[in-house]
């Protein structure tokens, strides 16, 4: 007699907790996101799962569940898309007017304060090599590819906001709030205008 074990997996950003996001949303709503990207096809990353599937898998109520999505729609961590998509029985899904895509969230950080975050369509095949050119866009803007930008949406951290004249996020950052090493190794050589340069390219090319 032999038996079988998935052996499949979801991993978890780190930020999603250090950050308190996931505090935030609280555990249904964690759960419910949870429950959407196991559904997500592997190419496409499009979810159809029932409220009430939604509800199955987490032991969560129907009602809680609805509450549950519309946190997340709120706090940029899913998306509807409408749809005319087969149902996906080996999940549990059925037709519906619409399908959900789960997003990941990427804080952009200057000592404590968030500049902006960088929100990504969790499509499982491509998701570690969408992470890592973002990662490599950010230390690097003026190589970054234009189409990457075309792909992801850009949210203004608190105090910050779009100026369209100068293609670049404007704020005051109180002295207080950049972290004690930083304040000790001092400003990178052209940090004012790397800084410019890269809400510049990265702002400008998402928009």
């Known amino acids: 007699m032999t038996g079988e074990i998935d052996t499949t997996y979801q991993t978890m950003q780190r930020d999603l907790f250090a950050g308190g996001l996931a505090a935030k949303i609280g555990a249904n709503a964690f759960a419910v ?10 190419e496409s990353g499009h979810a159809w799962p029932s409220i009430r599937r939604l509800a199955e898998m987490t032991g969560i109520g129907k009602t809680s569940v609805m509450r549950a999505v519309a ?3 709120a706090e940029h961590m899913l998306r509807k898309a409408a749809t005319g998509w087969p149902s996906n029985p080996s999940k549990g899904g059925r037709g ?3 399908t959900y895509i789960a997003c990941e969230r990427l804080d952009v950080r200057l000592g404590a304060r968030v500049i902006c975050t960088i ?9 570690a090599d969408k992470l890592a050119a973002v990662k490599d866009a950010l230390h690097n803007p003026d190589k970054a590819d234009p189409a990457l ?13 779009w100026d369209p004249a100068r ?6 950052i109180p002295a207080q709030e ?4 930083a304040a000790r190794r001092g400003p990178p050589a052209g940090v004012r205008e790397r800084l410019a340069a890269k809400t510049a390219v990265i702002l400008g090319k998402a928009r």
């Open 33 to 42: 996101w949870s429950a959407i990207k196991y559904h997500a096809d592997f």
């Open 71 to 73: 946190t997340l729609e």
């Open 96 to 98: 519906h007017s619409h």
């Open 119 to 127: 929100v990504i369509d969790y499509v499982p095949h491509r998701l």
């Open 149 to 161: 930008w075309a792909e992801v949406r850009i949210l203004p951290g608190e105090g910050f906001a």
């Open 167 to 172: 293609k670049a996020l404007v704020a005051q």
């Open 178 to 181: 950049v972290s004690a090493e």
